[in-house]
């Protein structure tokens, strides 16, 4: 089955500051990858997602991240934070050739100091 | 709205008690799955079903079984609860086919083995 690493178990940063969150996966050829985040005391809510094509990805609230095959990797960055992205953040892979099961990171928890 | 709607937010159970989990999908996905989410630990697949009466065990399928028997209902059972047991359980459907596979929430099952 595939698997995902989220490198960062947290990553504090300064408010306006950049931030790159990483993950690694583990897996057949075809898959889908995914971000969520999930805000204190709430549920998981899709950041963004890769499916085919163009290698960039851009999601909600300025969030981006690019698909690298060759590395199996899927980093999230985001050029400037603000207080209310302090949130935990998981990678996912959906895997194309298993009915699209899907297995997730670990989490990375940002927090963003003003 | 995609609505996946899981019977309890909170549930106290007593250590050797059967528990049962139920989570409903009404948007006619394919897939659907059972995780625990641990801090730290992220977010752990236990069960996953891509078809009526149809499952795969997940990561983490010790000291649990799965039901389903309609296409939008899938209970998650605890047959003899235990204190490790005592964590937050999320269930979520997606489509099975090829193109978006992302997978929706529910709002989670704290659930605590006393």
């Known amino acids: 089955a595939q698997s995902v690493t989220q490198l960062d178990s947290q990553v504090p940063v300064f408010e306006e500051a950049p931030v790159e969150l990483r993950c690694n996966y583990s897996s057949s050829v075809s898959v889908y990858l995914f971000w969520y985040v999930q805000y204190p005391n709430q549920g998981l809510q899709l950041l963004l997602k890769?499916?085919?094509?163009?290698?960039l990805v851009k999601g909600i609230n300025g969030f981006e991240a690019e698909f690298n095959k060759s590395q199996t990797s899927f980093h999230l960055r985001k050029p400037s934070v603000h207080i209310s992205d302090t949130a935990e953040y998981f990678c996912a892979v959906s895997d194309q050739d298993n009915n699209n099961d899907m297995r997730f990171g670990a989490g990375t928890r940002l927090t963003v100091k003003p | 709205d995609v609505k996946v709607t899981q019977s309890s937010r909170y549930l106290v159970k007593r250590t050797g008690e059967k528990v049962f989990l139920e989570c409903v999908q009404d948007m006619d996905h394919e897939n659907m799955f059972w995780y625990r989410q641990d801090p730290g630990l992220g977010l752990r697949l236990i069960y996953f079903?891509?078809?009526?009466?149809?499952?795969e065990k997940g990561d983490i399928p010790e000291g649990y079984s799965v039901s389903r028997e309609k296409k939008e209902r899938f209970s998650l059972i605890l047959e003899s609860a235990s204190t490790n047991q005592t964590s937050m359980y999320l269930c979520?459907?997606?489509?099975?086919?090829?193109?978006?596979?992302?997978?929706?929430f529910g709002q989670g099952t704290r659930l605590t083995v006393v």
């Open positions: 079903s891509y078809d009526v009466k149809m499952k």
């Open positions: 979520a459907s997606s489509f099975s086919g090829m193109g978006n596979t992302e997978a929706f």
């Open positions: 890769y499916l085919s094509g163009s290698t």
